[in-house]
């Protein structure tokens, strides 16, 4: 078993920052790749990013490209999302979660692991 503990969201206006953190325990997580989504209301889970926790190899999706950047502090067993020049869109609930499958990293039903996810609200 994995648990996962996104903490970070918050309010910002357009253009700001914001980090998210995703605290994670249980089984060790060198084979694992820890992923980014995200829901808005009334729309699908997305993929934004993910990290393959023994390479450190990441993949984005192209609307956060440029802008997100994920990593990971082994020390600390947690997995970072540095969001930067936010956009009113931006705005949704972010998910942490982890799978075993780097090769599916894009794909929700790929990942065994969820967290309770965190608001972040930007406003235009």
């Known amino acids: 078993q994995v648990q996962l503990v996104e903490s970070g969201g918050g309010l910002v206006q357009a253009g700001g920052s914001l980090r998210l953190s995703c605290a994670a325990s249980?089984?060790?997580?060198?084979?694992?790749?820890m992923g980014w989504f995200r829901q808005a209301p009334g729309k699908d889970r997305e993929f934004v990013a993910a990290?393959?926790?023994?390479?450190?190899?990441?993949v984005y999706a192209d609307s956060v490209k440029g802008r997100f950047t994920i990593s990971r502090d082994n020390a600390k067993n947690t997995v970072f999302l540095e969001m930067n020049s936010l956009k009113a869109e931006d705005t949704a609930i972010y998910y942490c979660?982890?799978?075993?499958?780097?090769?599916?990293?894009?794909?929700?039903?790929?990942?065994?692991?969820w967290g309770q996810g965190a608001q972040v609200t930007v406003s235009s």
């Open positions: 990290v393959r926790w023994s390479s450190g190899s990441t």
């Open positions: 979660a982890a799978t075993a499958h780097w090769g599916s990293a894009r794909w929700s039903q790929a990942y065994d692991y």
């Open positions: 249980g089984r060790t997580l060198s084979t694992y790749t």
